[in-house]
């Protein structure tokens, strides 16, 4: 069975530190993964996806995919409150057919 | 970036009477549309997956006669929630997959259902 584990939090980070948000992934299948942000009573906004090995980077925030160890991750750099939120990973089986897989999502608060 | 439109973004209705939401594809086709319903402080639930032209797949637990899913054109699917009652009011959220963002899922602003 497909799974992407989050842990729920919340995680709590001062306003200028790294947050680090991590999740994990069942089946090595996957293709690509996904980094959604929800803030509360709101749809999710897509931030960032990877698929390759490694680090990507736009700005504050950098995405980490390991697929040797099945994880991927997303770091916030100097956070900010307005970064409050509930962060989804999402896997992707099946390429341009294939459905999404979220997590249930890390909340994140980002104190003054 | 794409763009998918859903409407309205509130309604409230008489339980008893049917809604009908919108989710439309603005600048993409979309051969294929996800419903999901999210309960307040709860995760994102898919509820179906709708399909251009052909019937949708609901998910296990989904009543398919209460939740009708219609997706006539290549850039519109709609969601009409039959005989609401006030346990179906959530929020509602549509999303399309997108391949200019490597078939990730860019999703609507959702509708916010309350049922008196």
């Known amino acids: 069975q497909k799974e992407v584990e989050q842990n729920s939090g919340p995680l709590s980070v001062p306003e200028g530190a790294i947050a680090s948000l991590n999740c994990t992934y069942s089946?090595?299948?996957?293709?690509?993964f996904f980094w959604y942000r929800q803030y509360s009573g709101k749809s999710p906004e897509l931030i960032m996806f990877?698929?390759?090995?490694g680090d990507k980077e736009d700005g504050r925030f950098t995405a980490q995919l390991n697929k040797a160890s099945q994880y991927v991750s997303l770091l916030i750099r100097d956070s900010q409150p307005s970064d409050s939120a509930t962060y989804l990973c999402a896997g992707n089986y099946g390429g341009s057919q294939g459905n999404l897989i979220f997590g249930k999502g890390t909340k994140l608060s980002v104190k003054p | 970036g794409a763009v998918v439109s859903q409407h309205p973004s509130r309604v409230i209705c008489k339980s008893g009477t049917s809604v009908k939401i919108e989710c439309r594809s603005l600048d993409f086709q979309a051969t294929t549309m996800f419903w999901y319903r999210q309960f307040p402080k709860q995760s994102l639930m898919l509820m179906a997956t709708?399909?251009?032209?052909?019937?949708?797949?609901?998910e296990q637990g989904v009543e398919k006669d209460k939740f009708l899913i219609n997706h006539a054109s290549l850039t519109l699917s709609t969601l009409t929630v039959t005989s609401a009652h006030p346990e179906d009011s959530s929020f509602y959220i549509c999303?399309?997959?997108?391949?200019?963002?490597?078939?990730?899922?860019?999703f609507g602003s959702g509708t916010r259902l309350t049922v008196v």
């Open positions: 089946d090595r299948g996957s293709q690509s």
């Open positions: 990877i698929y390759s090995n």
């Open positions: 709708s399909n251009e032209g052909s019937k949708a797949t609901y």
């Open positions: 999303s399309a997959r997108e391949p200019r963002i490597n078939y990730g899922y860019t």
